[in-house]
């Protein structure tokens, strides 16, 4: 039942910014966190950046600091990834989680000139 579907992936040259969605359906989204993880071709997936229940407390990967922002419309059982300052080394499929250990289904963000 519970299901998450991501949106607002694609191309942007470096330099550049992209927001990413996850609405999120089947449970009491605002009772808990939800976090941000990617993963690079021939990578293991690693964690971007998390939001607690409230979105009174945010966390980031050292990687991402300063230029990506995680924020939550618990309204709209939405959590979304502000993406700026792209770098090529941010091109990944970014997937969202709960707190709880369910998981979208990734969207490609692709960083190139």
């Known amino acids: 039942e519970v299901q998450m579907v991501e949106f607002g992936g694609g191309l942007v040259q470096p330099g550049g910014s992209l927001r990413l969605s996850c609405a999120a359906s089947g449970f009491t989204f605002s009772s808990y966190g939800m976090s941000w993880y990617r993963q690079a071709p021939g990578k293991e997936r690693e964690y971007v950046a998390a939001?607690?229940?409230?979105?009174?407390?945010?966390n980031y990967a050292d990687s991402v600091k300063g230029r990506f922002t995680i924020s939550r419309d618990n309204a709209k059982n939405t959590v979304f990834l502000q993406m700026n300052n792209l770098k090529p080394e941010d091109t990944a499929v970014y997937y969202c989680r709960t707190s709880s250990g369910f998981w979208g289904q990734g969207t490609q963000v692709t960083v190139s000139s």
């Open positions: 939001i607690s229940g409230n979105a009174g407390t945010t």
